[in-house]
């Protein structure tokens, strides 16, 4: 029977074999090899594998004591390694000191952690699409200023601030039912939810808030009906139109609806009631946002299409662009109408017809050619054409209603048949 002391040298002898087998496989056939030189070279190898071992051992240390980024349900915090061994390189700093530096210099991003409270709120404000929200919010302003009343500061505030909550807490909610197919989008993967700056469980707390909040503000501030068409946008955009994103095309001419809506909340706010007048500049939005989303989407048809979204740049070409020009064209009577309904004076359908004209070129361009360069026009074209229409709209509103008051019992209205302010009795 072997000892285990002899089981060991036979090992050992089996291990420098190898290695003389490998110092002779590398040696060129050709070239005569002393004994020393050949001693010299399985020495050398030994150490190799020896230091090779050890840089493994520390690469695994590295590589177990940090973490990039984690799962939702997995934890956040960096499990330390229990054994961090002491190897030395060639510039005699220690394998804890080299870590250190690099920690210094690197930033590890923890999961729902930022390193200060502005960035916090940056995230925030990505969570609830500041950008697309503040359009939003201008729009509701846009409705309160053109309804045929004197203004009110204290309901455009409400109404501003209300319609800023309801908004990022639909974005926010849109954001977290979207976030496994955000990641495979290039224009969305900066997201917070996607990059895992804050946590899904952050998402609905920030929804929860500023919905509620919202609601209370246009409830409290402007009227009932306001906060009634508030909540009814919030659901139409979350609990519709962000599910049938992955079902339908239906989904655009829903997304529309939901566009056209801030500005009817504004003219609620500043009248309490509904006309047919109110419905001019929803209808303006509305029909804008098919040519200003189809050529954005256009160049877009490679996202949307990896991340199986129903878009019509995607399933239908062909009728992407055909209902891009056919919006163009539905602008001339809509604004048309905001003279005849007595919202504004007559000048500005001869100028909103020169910026519909323009428009619609680019949408029959858009229609005839659909290539990117036409596509890229059109959208660009589009977000001119919104500000300066409302602006017309707004410089052609009858100049009696530019009055601010302080009661809101002390507003009169305007009876469009008569173009004149009638006080209530």
Not at 318 to 347: D, K, Y
Not at 384 to 406: A, I, N, Q, R
């Amino acid at each position: 029977m072997l000892s285990f002391s002899s089981v060991t040298v036979i090992s050992c002898h089996l291990c420098k074999f190898r290695l003389a087998l490998r110092c002779l496989s590398s040696t060129n056939p050709h070239e005569q090899t002393s004994p020393k030189s050949f001693t010299k070279r399985v020495k050398s190898e030994i150490c190799k594998s020896s230091t090779k071992d050890q840089r493994d051992v520390s690469n695994d240390v590295l590589q177990y004591t940090r973490q990039f980024i984690r799962k939702p349900d997995e934890i956040s915090v960096p499990n330390p390694c229990a054994i961090e061994p002491e190897v030395r390189d060639g510039t005699n700093n220690t394998f804890q000191g080299q870590l250190k530096n690099f920690e210094k210099k690197s930033k590890w991003v923890v999961i729902g952690q930022s390193d200060s409270l502005k960035l916090r709120f940056k995230e925030y404000l990505n969570l609830g699409k500041i950008r697309l929200t503040s359009l939003v919010v201008l729009s509701a302003m846009g409705g309160f200023a053109i309804a045929p009343v004197p203004l009110s500061f204290s309901s455009f505030c409400g109404v501003s601030a209300g319609v800023l909550l309801t908004s990022m807490c639909a974005n926010s909610i849109n954001q977290f039912l979207e976030a496994p197919y955000d990641s495979q989008m290039m224009r969305t993967q900066n997201r917070p939810l996607v990059k895992r700056s804050l946590t899904p469980q952050n998402a609905v707390m920030f929804a929860s808030v500023c919905g509620l909040g919202g609601l209370a503000v246009l409830y409290t501030w402007t009227n009932a009906l306001t906060a009634g068409i508030g909540l009814a946008n919030v659901l139409l955009y979350t609990a519709v139109y962000t599910p049938l994103k992955r079902v339908t095309i239906v989904n655009t001419w829903i997304g529309s609806v939901v566009g056209a809506l801030p500005p009817l909340m504004g003219w609620t706010a500043a009248t309490g009631s509904f006309c047919p007048a109110a419905l001019i500049m929803p209808l303006v939005l509305y029909s804008w946002q098919f040519p200003h989303f189809n050529a954005l989407s256009w160049n877009l048809r490679g996202d949307y299409s990896r991340a199986g979204y129903q878009m019509m740049s995607v399933t239908n070409p062909s009728l992407s662009q055909r209902v891009a020009f056919r919006h163009t064209l539905f602008l001339f009577p809509i604004c048309l109408a905001a003279p005849l309904s007595g919202l504004t004076m007559w000048f500005f359908a001869l100028d909103s017809s020169l910026l519909n004209a323009y428009f619609s070129y680019l949408g029959y361009q858009f229609y005839k050619q659909g290539d990117s360069q036409s596509a890229r026009a059109l959208f660009r074209f589009s977000l001119l054409y919104l500000p300066l229409v409302v602006g017309l709209m707004l410089c052609s509103k009858y100049w009696d209603c530019f009055t601010l008051v302080k009661d809101t019992k002390l507003l009169s209205v305007r009876d469009p048949k008569k173009y004149h302010l009638k006080l209530e009795k």
